[in-house]
């Protein structure tokens, strides 16, 4: 087995606009299968709707295409039928945190073994370029001419305390933290949220005139740091990447099969 083998290759040349950071993402995702030796047949990704959903039609094993900020309902009915199976979860920041928002925080305060993976480009990509949940305020959008004046959820603060037993950030640029991240993920034994900064030069680079995907990439870079870096005194506004919540706590599969040997045994 070999990443070109975890490939849907028909498909290709993809659909993701020249600069886009999510295929890095799949890019590393798929090392990561490839290195840690997952059986395709082990694993199931499901998505929703967005340009980061359009992740689940590349990879070579199981998948499910679902409905627009549905993707972790209908990939907790999989996991509760076949717990044996690794459920991936890609998403988009509208995707999951604005329709998406209640099933996502509902995943996180259940704790099921799913690895839910943001793919944080901050504007609504596929469907014209409007503001999300995480655009925050000053974000120039379609559905924001004039800038936006929401402020955005704090994708870490909403998981940790939502209950996810695993939250971790980085970005497109640090190409190596991405592996590191996703490899404790998908191994962790609960709900796990990463989430990956990612440039959308089409939309939110040109109407914001950050430049192409080298310069977000210099964004990312420059504009983050690890947990609890020395920077921080300097620059508070600095974004930290890293892993936030790391902690083993009763996984929902598990707890709801002792409810059925209990049932059984009690009839």
């Given at each position: 087995m070999s990443v070109q083998d975890l490939i849907r290759q028909r498909f290709f040349p993809?659909?993701?606009?020249?600069?886009?950071?999510?295929?890095?993402?799949?890019?590393?995702?798929?090392?990561v299968i490839d290195a840690e030796g997952y059986?395709?047949?082990?694993?199931?990704?499901?998505?929703?709707?967005g340009c980061s959903s359009r992740?689940?039609?590349?990879?070579n094993f199981h998948t499910m295409h679902t409905m627009h900020g549905r993707a972790l309902a209908c990939a907790t009915g999989i996991k509760l039928t076949k717990p044996h199976l690794k459920v991936l979860v890609p998403m988009g920041d509208g995707d999951a945190m604005a329709i998406g928002g209640n099933h996502f925080i509902h995943a996180c305060r259940r704790n099921i073994?799913?690895?839910?993976?943001?793919?944080?480009?901050?504007i609504y990509g596929m469907t014209g370029g409007q503001y999300s949940p995480l655009s925050g305020p000053g974000v120039l959008a379609t559905t924001a001419p004039y800038s936006?004046?929401?402020?955005?959820?704090?994708?870490?603060?909403?998981?940790?305390?939502?209950?996810?037993?695993?939250?971790?950030?980085t970005t497109a640029f640090h190409v190596r933290e991405i592996q590191s991240i996703l490899k404790k993920a998908i191994a962790h034994k609960g709900f796990s949220v990463v989430e990956i900064l990612v440039g959308c030069?089409?939309?939110?680079?040109?109407?914001?005139?950050?430049?192409?995907?080298?310069?977000?990439?210099?964004?990312?870079?420059?504009?983050?740091?690890?947990?609890?870096s020395k920077k921080l005194e300097e620059n508070p506004h600095l974004i930290q990447r890293g892993i936030f919540v790391e902690e083993e706590r009763a996984e929902y599969c598990a707890e709801y099969a002792r409810i059925i040997e209990r049932a059984v045994k009690e009839q």
């Amino acid at each position: 087995m070999s990443v070109q083998d975890l490939i849907r290759q028909r498909f290709f040349p993809h659909l993701w606009c020249p600069g886009c950071g999510h295929g890095i993402v799949l890019n590393n995702l798929l090392r990561v299968i490839d290195a840690e030796g997952y059986d395709p047949y082990s694993l199931c990704m499901v998505s929703g709707i967005g340009c980061s959903s359009r992740v689940s039609g590349y990879v070579n094993f199981h998948t499910m295409h679902t409905m627009h900020g549905r993707a972790l309902a209908c990939a907790t009915g999989i996991k509760l039928t076949k717990p044996h199976l690794k459920v991936l979860v890609p998403m988009g920041d509208g995707d999951a945190m604005a329709i998406g928002g209640n099933h996502f925080i509902h995943a996180c305060r259940r704790n099921i073994d799913l690895t839910a993976i943001v793919l944080n480009n901050r504007i609504y990509g596929m469907t014209g370029g409007q503001y999300s949940p995480l655009s925050g305020p000053g974000v120039l959008a379609t559905t924001a001419p004039y800038s936006s004046i929401d402020n955005m959820f704090d994708t870490v603060k909403l998981a940790s305390g939502a209950g996810a037993s695993f939250v971790a950030r980085t970005t497109a640029f640090h190409v190596r933290e991405i592996q590191s991240i996703l490899k404790k993920a998908i191994a962790h034994k609960g709900f796990s949220v990463v989430e990956i900064l990612v440039g959308c030069p089409t939309y939110f680079g040109r109407k914001n005139k950050l430049g192409g995907q080298v310069e977000l990439m210099e964004h990312y870079r420059d504009s983050t740091v690890p947990i609890g870096s020395k920077k921080l005194e300097e620059n508070p506004h600095l974004i930290q990447r890293g892993i936030f919540v790391e902690e083993e706590r009763a996984e929902y599969c598990a707890e709801y099969a002792r409810i059925i040997e209990r049932a059984v045994k009690e009839q």
